[in-house]
């Protein structure tokens, strides 16, 4: 059984950081796209970041140069640090995994098969920055 399980979510001040963890079971990361998405409250789920099965990478403009996708294929685990936190980033986080997006060019944050070519997601993670 697939299982997505993120944390490291919790309550900063602006300026400040975390690190947020996808920890997966049933599967192996590798062959799969990785993408954390985030949901505001009143707002539509967008996705955040990114990263191919070959380790490349793709962040949304709203948070490039702040946030940095990575994975660890030896832990299964995909991480999302997270720099410069802003009121505008409080949002639940989710991890979602995708086979048919990995490898074929589609596995970008503007990716028109973004969420719908996600096949495993997680529970989500609680960010709540404060200014």
């Known amino acids: 059984q697939v299982q997505l399980v993120e944390s490291g979510g919790g309550s900063v001040q602006a300026g400040g950081s975390l690190r947020l963890s996808c920890a997966a079971s049933?599967?192996?990361?590798?062959?799969?796209?990785m993408v954390w998405f985030r949901q505001a409250p009143g707002k539509e789920r967008e996705g955040v970041a990114a990263?191919?099965?070959?380790?490349?990478?793709s962040h949304a403009d709203s948070v490039k140069g702040r946030f940095f996708i990575s994975k660890d294929n030896a832990k299964n685990t995909l991480y999302l640090q997270m720099n410069s936190l802003k009121p505008e980033d409080t949002a639940m986080y989710y991890c979602a995994a995708g086979s048919s997006l990995s490898g074929g060019g589609f596995c970008y944050i503007e990716s028109p098969l973004l969420p719908y070519g996600m096949d495993f997601w997680g529970n989500g993670t609680l960010v709540t920055i404060s200014s």
């Open positions: 049933g599967y192996t990361y590798s062959s799969y796209c």
């Open positions: 990263i191919d099965s070959d380790g490349s990478t």
